[in-house]
């Protein structure tokens, strides 16, 4: 018992108390609500993998490559060099604007890319960790959209 109580302690001093990470069905449901269920043809299942591997459901990571040529801003990790306004801009929106919990500006961005030759092979960690997934189904499990 005290043990748990200690370990408990330790845990709420360790977790900073402004933390913006959501949830993964509040996730789920922000990116539904955005339109990006089957979006160009990839499932909600997809977004809600890209999103957990590109920033742990953090609408506010902000992240620096260890090379230094780019910095990836937000929930899908969006780099600069070419979709906000450190770069070519073809978002026509500011790094910042990634940086919100509401998503809006993060969703209209990824529709964005999206839409490029790529798709979602715009990002790495996509094509490494959920583009050949058999088991996307977990990522909206439990979730009421």
Not at 25 to 40: I, Q, R, Y
Not at 43 to 60: H, I
Request: one cysteine or more; glycine letters at 8%; a positive charge.
């Amino acid at each position: 018992m005290k043990a748990s109580m200690v370990l408990s302690l330790i845990g709420y001093l360790v977790v900073p108390s402004d933390t913006a990470v959501l949830g993964r069905c509040v996730v789920a449901k922000k990116l539904h609500e955005g339109g990006l269920s089957d979006f160009e043809g990839y499932s909600l299942e997809n977004w809600v993998c890209l999103a957990y591997f590109e920033s742990k459901f953090n609408p506010m990571a902000v992240y620096e490559n260890s090379r230094g040529d780019f910095i990836g801003y937000g929930l899908f990790q969006i780099r600069n060099h070419d979709w906000c306004d450190h770069g070519r801009n073809r978002c026509h929106m500011s790094c910042s604007a990634l940086l919100n919990p509401d998503l809006k500006r993060t969703i209209e961005c990824a529709k964005i890319i999206v839409k490029g030759k790529r798709g979602m092979g715009a990002w790495p960690s996509w094509t490494l960790n959920c583009q050949h997934s058999d088991t996307l189904a977990r990522w909206l499990d439990g979730c009421k959209l």
